[in-house]
């Protein structure tokens, strides 16, 4: 009777863990089907911004041909304009000159007629052989004339229509020609070179080092996975998708656990807010202090000893800066469409664009275009008396403006709290 319920307890057992096991190797073939999916959508994705990228190369090489091709049109319509007035010219005068010779050609043959017959005979075929050539010189300068013409005609057609095209251009070409323009700009031209330089080579070499990695790793739980089935097991196909998913796992599982509790606990708007802001007063008031202790400007003095250090610094300040640009907008446009918000509210959040707006033109003018063509910070020399001596004056309205900014943030979330608790209370 023991060994009867041993074997029963053993069965209820086993039977509900190969029930789980079957589940779990159907999720993991499903699982292997998606992550193929995914991978050919990424694979596809990558090789459409590639052809886009590529696109966008040969839209603006061909703009810059067809303006090149604008400019040789136009300088070759006028040199045809002008070789055909000078043919038409040559031809006129040519005509007249024949004239003329035929005049006295028709004076001395009757001249010679009068004097000796024999002699008038001769001079009048001399005189009719030099009459057939200046004809078919003439029938060739009108041959050239009217091929001149035809290519005029040809190239004001050609011209016409480059521009109509550039005149009224279709929204590809509008946008390819406002790219090259951006693209143009120093600040813009120098941080691409500076990414193609710097940042792209380390990019590379990290993907060729995740992706050796990912090999090794995925290798060597294949291996062990072999060493404890054996080669010969039942379960040999499901092998590669159970090593892929262990490797995924190991890495993609922690990873998105814990971004999914930074963006849920951690990251919500008002907090980045208030953190780039504070961020933002700190790096003032340390510049600020710097100046005021050292008499020296410190985005020069980075320039001047360590320029790696101030490109580091100044990509991190504009990316930092762009993104809280780019969230004020939205809790900007965001207050704006609520109509249960306070008027002061928006207003706040307006004050606090307009000034970050100047703030980033004049450090894109100042700050970032002369670091990223390798040039020295224009602060001190605008704002310097001398040239020479640093003035804590730019570095103080920085302080104040950033300052207001995050006491504007401060009161503007308060405020927003009592908006949302009366909202609650009428909605009791």
């Known amino acids: 009777g023991f060994h009867r319920r041993s074997a029963q307890l053993m069965w209820r057992i086993l039977i509900p863990c190969l029930l789980f096991g079957a589940l779990g190797l159907a999720d993991l073939k499903s699982e292997f089907s998606e992550s193929r999916e995914a991978r050919r959508l990424k694979e596809n994705k990558k090789k459409k911004k590639e052809k886009e990228h590529d696109a966008v190369k040969s839209l603006k090489a061909a703009i810059i041909k067809l303006q090149e091709e604008k400019t040789s049109l136009s300088t070759e319509v006028k040199m045809n304009a002008e070789q055909a007035a000078q043919k038409a010219q040559m031809l006129s005068q040519l005509t007249g000159k024949v ?11 009757e001249e010679l007629s009068k004097k000796n017959p024999s002699c008038s005979n001769d001079e009048a075929s001399l005189n009719a052989q030099r009459t057939a050539e200046l004809s078919a010189e003439a029938v060739r300068q009108q041959k050239e004339i009217a091929n001149l ?3 005029l005609s040809a190239m004001k ?11 009224d251009p279709s929204l590809r070409f509008f946008l390819a020609a406002k790219a090259t323009k951006v693209y143009q700009d120093p600040g813009i031209q120098g941080a691409a070179n500076k990414t193609f330089k710097y940042v792209l080579p380390h990019v590379s070499e990290a993907l060729k080092t995740g992706e050796e990695v990912y090999s090794a790793m995925n290798a060597s739980v294949l291996e062990g996975i072999h060493s404890l089935l054996g080669s010969e097991s039942s379960v040999e196909p499901w092998l590669p998708l159970v090593s892929a998913f262990l490797v995924y796992g190991m890495i993609c599982c922690p990873v998105g656990v814990v971004l999914t509790y930074v963006v849920d606990f951690v990251c919500s708007v008002k907090e980045i807010l208030l953190a780039c802001g504070f961020y933002l007063v700190c790096v003032s008031i340390m510049s600020c202090g710097f100046v005021m202790t050292t008499q020296r400007d410190p985005l020069k003095e980075l320039a001047q000893n360590d320029p790696s250090i101030l490109l580091l610094q100044q990509l991190g300040f504009a990316a930092i800066l762009l993104f809280y640009l780019i969230m004020l907008g939205v809790v900007t446009c965001v207050a704006a469409c609520d109509d249960k918000l306070p008027f002061s509210v928006i207003i706040t959040r307006l004050i606090q664009a307009a000034f970050m707006l100047v703030f980033a033109m004049s450090y894109y003018r100042l700050v970032w275009t002369p670091t990223m063509v390798d040039e020295l910070p224009l602060v001190e020399e605008i704002f310097s008396r001398d040239g020479k001596t640093p003035s804590v004056l730019p570095y103080m309205l920085t302080v104040v403006g950033f300052s207001g900014n995050f006491v504007l943030e401060w009161r503007t979330r308060s405020a927003e709290k009592v908006a949302e608790e009366e909202k609650d209370g009428k909605g009791a």
Do not use: N
């Not at 004239?99 to 043959?109: A, G, N, P, V």
């Not at 057609?157 to 005149?167: A, C, D, T």
């Open 157 to 167: 057609i050609k011209y016409q229509l480059l521009e109509e095209e550039f005149g």
């Open 149 to 151: 013409t035809a290519a």
């Open 99 to 109: 004239s003329e010779k035929d005049t006295i050609i028709t004076q001395l043959k």
